[in-house]
Nanobody
């Protein structure tokens, strides 16, 4: 049974940092990735970063490149999203998900929602105030 649990959200000021965690259990699928997504009120869900389960390759959306860093701790089965230089437009509910690397990477790099990602965790709210 695949499970993902995101945590670490909170309220911060512009320019501050947060680190989100995604605890993953129940799978070690080759060709899969763990992705971070976010959804702001009234907006579509956005893919912002992902990391390959197989080789640790990382990918970022332009909106977060240079500010956010995705990483993994295999011993803890946890994927992190370090978010620096936060802006009010980063305010959203953040989700982690697991699925085929091809699908998640396409979503992150194209900024277009891709269907067929099978495993999602509950979201964690990030609020950035000016």
């Amino acid at each position: 049974d695949v499970q993902l649990q995101a945590s670490g959200g909170g309220s911060v000021q512009t320019g501050e940092s947060l680190r989100l965690s995604c605890a993953v259990s129940g799978f070690t699928f080759e060709g899969y990735a763990i992705g971070w997504f976010r959804q702001a009120p009234g907006k579509e869900r956005e893919g912002i970063s992902c990391i390959s389960v197989s080789d640790g390759s990382t990918y970022y959306a332009d909106s977060v490149k240079g500010r956010f860093t995705i990483s993994r701790d295999n011993a803890k089965n946890t994927v992190y999203l370090q978010m620096n230089s936060l802006k009010p437009e980063d305010t959203a509910v953040y989700y982690c998900a697991a699925g085929p690397l091809l699908l998640i990477r396409r979503w992150v790099l194209s900024s277009r929602e891709v269907y067929g990602i099978p495993y999602w965790g509950e979201g964690t709210l990030v609020t950035v105030s000016s």
